[in-house]
C-alpha cells in the first residue's frame, strides 16, 4: 500500500511539476515616458540629435507610425494613460490649476479609480515610478500612496537640480523628502547654473538619477515581475542641462534648441542604462519595453513632419514618438500603421500579465499586443477622440476632423496621404464632416464636465495651490 501511495504522490508531483513548467513567467513591463518630446526628435524619425538607445527599441521591435496620446498637455496625458480611459470621462479636462468646480472636489485620478500600478499589483506586480507625476495633491493620490516605489516630483515641471526647487515641489524618495533647497542653505541659483548650463552638483542630476534609480530597481526586483514606469521630466522647460553636456552641442546657435539637445542626450544615455539593466540581468525576453512622449514637442523640439506643436490639435500635438520591444515575442524592425493609443497600455499590460480586463473599468484603451507581435493586423480603435477647452478632434479610420474655436469652425484631413494637414477638405466632403462632427458631440455629451484647471469660470478658487502639504514636512 505504502508503494502504491507513494507511487501515486510521485504521478502528482511529476504532472504538477509539469504544468508549471509550462506555464510562462509573467512578463516584467518598462514604461518609458518622455515629456515633450515632439515626434521628429527621436532619431529614427530623423532628429539632429543621436538617440541610439531610443532608436534601438525601435529597431529591436515594432515603431508604431500612428501613436496618440490623449491631450497635448501634461496631467491630461498621464492621466490617460495611467487609467486606460479618456481622462475627461471623470472630469480631468486640464492641468491641475487654482480653479476648482467646487471646495470639495480634489484635483488628479481619484484615489478611488485604480490605475496602472494598482491593477498590476492586484496581479502580483512590484511597482515603482522615477521621475514626473502630475496626477493629483491629497495623500491618498501621491505616487508614494499607489507604487511601491517612487523617486520623484509630483509638479507639473522640476528643475533639474532638485535644490532649486520651492518647498512644494521637492523631490521625494517614498514618503521622504531627499536634499535641501539652495535657498535653505543660503546658496542662489546663479552660484549652480548660468544660462541653463548646470555648474555644480551635477551627480544630483535629476535625469541621471531617475535612470540610475531606476536601472537599481530592475536589479532588485529581477526575480519578481515587475512594472518599472519612468516618466522623465526630460525634454520639458525649465531648459537645464550639465555644462559638458551644453558644450557638445556647442554647433547649435539657437540657444534652447542646443539645452534641448543636451537634455535628450540625457535621457537618452539613461534609457540606456535602463536598457543595459535588462540585459545584464538577462530579462530582455521577459520584458516588455514601451516608449513614448506625452504629447507633442514643444517651441524647441522638432515635430517634423507633422503640422503645429505641444498644446495644439494639429497632429504635431497628439501625435508623438511611439515603439515597443519584446525580444522574441514583438518581431524586430517591424511597423504599424494603424491608430494606437497611450490608452492601450493598461489592458495590454493586464492581459500580458495573464489578468482579464473587466467591464465595469470602462476602459477606452484596447490590448494591442497581437497588433504589435503582427498577429492582428486589423485597426484596433476604428475612432479616437480628442477635446480640450477649445479645441475638438476625432479620427474615424484616416480622416481627421479638427476644431479649434469650440465648434465654430471645423476642418477635415485625410491623414493617409496628407500627414502634414496642408489640405483641408471640409468644403469637398461637407457629408462626411458632418458625420465626424456628429459622432463627436455624441462622445463629448458621455463625459464628465470638468472639475479643476486653469478657468475661472469653474467658479472656485483653491486658496491653497501651490503652497506645501503636510506631506512636504522634512526629517
Not at 521622504?176 to 548646470?198: F, K, M, N, T
Not at 537645464?240 to 542646443?258: G, M, S, W
Not at 461637407?430 to 462622445?443: D, M, R, Y
Request: proline fraction near 7%.
Amino acid at each position: 500500500m505504502r508503494n502504491v501511495f507513494s507511487f501515486a504522490i510521485a504521478i502528482i508531483v511529476c504532472l504538477s511539476t509539469g504544468y508549471a513548467e509550462d506555464q510562462a513567467p509573467q512578463p516584467n513591463f518598462v514604461l518609458i515616458f518622455a515629456d515633450d518630446l515632439g515626434y521628429g526628435d527621436v532619431g529614427y524619425q530623423g532628429g539632429d540629435v543621436p538617440t541610439p538607445h531610443i532608436d534601438s527599441i525601435a529597431a529591436n521591435g515594432v515603431i508604431c507610425t500612428d501613436g496618440y496620446v490623449t491631450c497635448p498637455v501634461c496631467a491630461p496625458s498621464r492621466a490617460g494613460l495611467l487609467t486606460g480611459r479618456y481622462q475627461q470621462s471623470f472630469g480631468f479636462w486640464d492641468n491641475i490649476g487654482p480653479y476648482r468646480a467646487g471646495p470639495d472636489v480634489n484635483p488628479g485620478i481619484p484615489a478611488d479609480l485604480p490605475i496602472l500600478s494598482e491593477r498590476l499589483q492586484a496581479l502580483g506586480y512590484t511597482t515603482g515610478i522615477f521621475g514626473k507625476t502630475h496626477d493629483g495633491v491629497t495623500e491618498e493620490q501621491m505616487a508614494f500612496s499607489r507604487w511601491d516605489e517612487f523617486y520623484g516630483f509630483n509638479n507639473g515641471a522640476s528643475n533639474y537640480l532638485g535644490g532649486m526647487n520651492r518647498a512644494h515641489n521637492p523631490i521625494f524618495h517614498n514618503r521622504e523628502i531627499v536634499g535641501r533647497s539652495y535657498a535653505s542653505q543660503g546658496i542662489g541659483h546663479d552660484e549652480v547654473i548660468s544660462d541653463g548650463a548646470l555648474q555644480q552638483d551635477l551627480d544630483q542630476h535629476l535625469t541621471d538619477v531617475l535612470g540610475d534609480r531606476a536601472a537599481d530597481f530592475i536589479g532588485a526586483n529581477k526575480d519578481q515581475p515587475f512594472l518599472c514606469y519612468v516618466p522623465f521630466n526630460a525634454v520639458h522647460g525649465p531648459f537645464q542641462a550639465p555644462q559638458p553636456l551644453v558644450e557638445k552641442y556647442a554647433h547649435i546657435t539657437d540657444r534652447k534648441r542646443q539645452l534641448v539637445a543636451a537634455m535628450l542626450d540625457s535621457m537618452d544615455e539613461n534609457i540606456g542604462k535602463i536598457l543595459t539593466a535588462l540585459r545584464e540581468h538577462g530579462l530582455e525576453e521577459r520584458t516588455m519595453v514601451v516608449f513614448l512622449s506625452d504629447n507633442g514637442g514643444h517651441e524647441a523640439s522638432p515635430n517634423e513632419p507633422l503640422r503645429g506643436k505641444k498644446a495644439t490639435y494639429w497632429e504635431g500635438g497628439l501625435r508623438v514618438p511611439f515603439c515597443a520591444q519584446w525580444l522574441g515575442k514583438i518581431p524586430a524592425g517591424s511597423r504599424f500603421a494603424h491608430p494606437v493609443s497611450s490608452l492601450d497600455i493598461l489592458p495590454t499590460f493586464v492581459m500580458a500579465a495573464g489578468g482579464e480586463i473587466q467591464a465595469d473599468w470602462q476602459l477606452d484603451g484596447v490590448d494591442i499586443l497581437g497588433h504589435l507581435t503582427g498577429e492582428d493586423s486589423t485597426r484596433p480603435h476604428q475612432t479616437l477622440y480628442w477635446t480640450w477647452g477649445p479645441r475638438k478632434a476625432i479620427r474615424h479610420h484616416d480622416l481627421k476632423a479638427l476644431s479649434q474655436d469650440n465648434g465654430k469652425s471645423w476642418q477635415l484631413y485625410q491623414l493617409a496621404n496628407d500627414i502634414g494637414e496642408t489640405t483641408d477638405l471640409a468644403q469637398k466632403r461637407p457629408k462626411k464632416l458632418s458625420e465626424l462632427i456628429e459622432k463627436h458631440a455624441v462622445w463629448e455629451s458621455s463625459l464628465m464636465p470638468p472639475q479643476w484647471g486653469w478657468n475661472k469660470a469653474l467658479g472656485y478658487e483653491d486658496p491653497n495651490f501651490g503652497k506645501p502639504q503636510p506631506y512636504h514636512t522634512q526629517k
